[in-house]
């Protein structure tokens, strides 16, 4: 079985693949001070729950964009599978032609989405990734990532106003009735979540228009099921969609 781990900057996505389905994935927060050992009884703890045995797990794969918890990983996937995980970065096969200026700056995460991805659909593609950061991933036959636009995070922008603005509170972040705001609230909430909305098919067009072919767009991360619904311009959602690219590159990395 494999050990999946997707270290992001808000949240960790964990996932079991037994080599047929998925047996088990999760979302924990991401705790840069936490040690191996606090992972690690959470993590058996899960497993435990899901009847997954420690002596099945034969092999991890490591996707990280927080440079701290990189050798946190390493040892809970070591003292998981008993082994050194496979950690998506220079040297790895991926499966996609990284077409940047810069091919090391760009994510592992935006590298498996980009994986996933077109194995999905087999045709020009852009990936979503509402996380943190907003992040757009262009992707053409025969699987090249050609690249990317970054933008920051919906809940980042909340938090932010929130921090800067003496008199704007933090507010849920769900859709109002109407766009025009009688009340603070969903005054916030339709910059935030409409506007938002507006960000996304304004980048999504332009992209397209760039790539200057039809494509597909696919949304994942923690608030896709926030946005996607609120455009026809998002065509499917996955929120595991990081967690089947790095399945996929354990298969070109056997």
């Known amino acids: 079985m494999l050990l999946l781990s997707d270290i992001g900057n808000a949240q960790i996505a964990l996932g079991v693949h037994d080599g047929t389905r998925w047996r088990a994935r999760w979302r924990l927060r991401t705790v840069p001070g936490k040690t191996a050992d606090e992972y690690l009884v959470l993590l058996r703890s899960l497993l435990a729950q899901q009847g ?8 991890g794969v490591l996707a990280c964009v927080v440079p701290p918890l990189a050798p946190t990983f390493r040892e809970v996937c070591r003292e998981i599978t008993g082994t050194s995980p496979l950690e998506v970065g220079p040297g790895v096969r991926t499966g996609i032609d990284i ?5 090391s700056e760009v994510g592992a995460d935006l590298v498996a989405d980009a994986l996933a991805a077109y194995r999905r659909f087999n ?4 990936v979503v990734d509402f996380g943190t950061a907003t992040t757009f991933t262009c992707v053409v036959p025969p699987g ?23 008199q704007l509170p933090q507010v849920p972040l769900t859709p109002p009735r109407k766009a025009l705001g009688k009340n603070t ?3 916030m909430q339709s910059g935030l979540v409409f506007g938002f ?3 996304v098919e304004g980048l999504i067009r332009r992209l ?10 696919i949304a994942t991360g923690t608030h896709a099921p926030l946005i996607a619904p609120l455009t026809p311009l998002i065509q499917a959602v996955d929120p595991w969609l990081t967690l089947e690219g790095l399945r996929l590159i354990a298969e070109l990395n056997p």
């Open 144 to 166: 090249a990532l050609v690249g990317v636009a970054i933008a920051p995070g919906v809940g980042t922008a909340a938090q932010a106003l929130a921090q800067q603005a003496a």
């Open 197 to 199: 909305v507006g960000l």
């Open 123 to 126: 045709s020009p593609c852009i």
């Open 99 to 103: 077409r940047t200026d810069h091919p």
């Open 52 to 59: 997954v045995a420690e002596g099945q797990l034969r092999r």
């Open 208 to 217: 397209a228009a760039e790539l200057g072919e039809e494509a597909k767009v």
């Open 185 to 187: 609230r969903q005054a």
